[in-house]
T-cell receptor, first 110, second 114 residues
């Protein structure tokens, strides 16, 4: 499975933007980049995914480097509810499962 | 549909006992996954089903673990002769078939083996 590297933890202030980086230098052409997050005492929840182009949805934006070896999840205005562990995952188009790493624990300060 | 449902939410059992967990996926999601998560770690993949067929099993799924999805709807995960190392959160997820469809996770079953 292709690997991802994320910082163990990050801090943000409430209502400020947050940029969560992910490195995936061994990404293959058929790997999609998925982001999930896990709030305390909850199961993971989907955030966003992309292949090559930047993506936006109501939760976040995903910026993908031109060489696809890294990506950044952008939360435009962090809220206290965004405090969670964020997982960056590569999933091949033909692969069934998601392989999680340790993720980045995001803390949001009021 | 209220999402993926897992029961029980919490289970305390004595070492050596058998336990069974149930997962009810979102209707019409033909893929169902089981994960295990210990404190401070990301979820670890255990196994997944496409309808009633078990397509992949992790090496983590020892002989004491068995999973079924008899009619392609709900699934059960059984652990026989539980050990203290089995204490963890067991998560179930489901999604429709498709290269990029998102997975929906349940809230998990927390198992404590004493």
């Amino acid at each position: 499975d292709a690997k991802t590297t994320q910082p163990n933890s990050m801090e943000s202030n409430e209502e400020e933007p947050v940029h969560l980086p992910c490195n995936h230098s061994t990404i293959s052409g058929t790997d999609y980049i998925h982001w999930y997050r896990q709030l305390p005492s909850q199961g993971p929840e989907y955030v966003i995914h992309g292949l090559t182009s930047n993506v936006n949805n109501r939760m976040a934006s995903l910026a993908i480097a031109e060489d696809r070896k890294s990506s950044t999840l952008i939360l435009h205005r962090a809220t206290l509810r965004d405090a969670a562990v964020y997982y960056c995952i590569l999933r091949d188009v033909g692969q069934g499962n998601l392989i999680f790493g340790k993720g980045t624990k995001l803390s949001v300060k009021p | 549909d209220t999402g993926v449902s897992q029961n029980p939410r919490h289970k305390i059992t004595k070492r050596g006992q058998n336990v069974t967990f149930r997962c009810d996926p979102i209707s019409e999601h033909n893929r169902l996954y089981w994960y295990r998560q210990t404190l401070g770690q990301g979820p670890e993949f255990l196994t997944y089903f496409q309808n009633e067929a078990q397509l992949e099993k992790s090496r983590l799924l020892s002989d004491r673990f068995s999973a079924e999805r008899p009619k392609g709807s709900f699934s059960t995960l059984e652990i026989q002769r539980t050990e203290q190392g089995d204490s963890a959160m067991y998560l179930c997820a489901s999604r429709p078939t498709g290269a990029t469809t998102e997975a929906f996770f349940g809230q998990g079953t927390r198992l404590t083996v004493v």
